[in-house]
């Protein structure tokens, strides 16, 4: 998994490119953490070269949805890969999550 991260003026956008799993969901963690800790509490995460997210990846951004409701801040992601949108539909977090098509419609939400 490679992230890129991008400071926009609304938010943090954070990509994630390859698989989201259980050999390196603490890296996104970490990373996203940080940003929480810094005061950083609006977040973007674009999903769009996202190809796998296991069970681990799925229980970080549900944390960090609730560490950052928490702290009024806004968590949203976008581009979904359809198998990774079945995903989040079987589990029942596209009721749970702000899940836009891409990054320029997130923004005008943030």
């Known amino acids: 998994m490679n992230l890129k991260e991008t400071n926009h003026e609304k938010a943090i956008i954070i990509e994630i490119e390859g698989r989201l799993d259980t050999t390196n969901f603490s890296q996104l963690e970490h ?20 190809d796998y997210v296991s069970s681990s990846g799925l229980r970080i951004f549900l944390m960090v949805l609730k560490k950052i409701t928490a702290l009024n801040g806004k968590f949203a992601l976008c581009g979904l890969q359809e198998n990774i949108k079945e995903i989040f539909e079987i589990s029942g977090f596209t009721s749970i999550f702000k899940i836009y098509d891409n990054q320029e419609a997130a923004l005008a939400d943030f």
Not at 39 to 50: E, F, H, W
């Open 31 to 50: 990373k996203i953490m940080q940003h929480i800790d810094e005061g950083k509490i609006n977040i973007l995460v674009d999903c769009s070269k996202m």
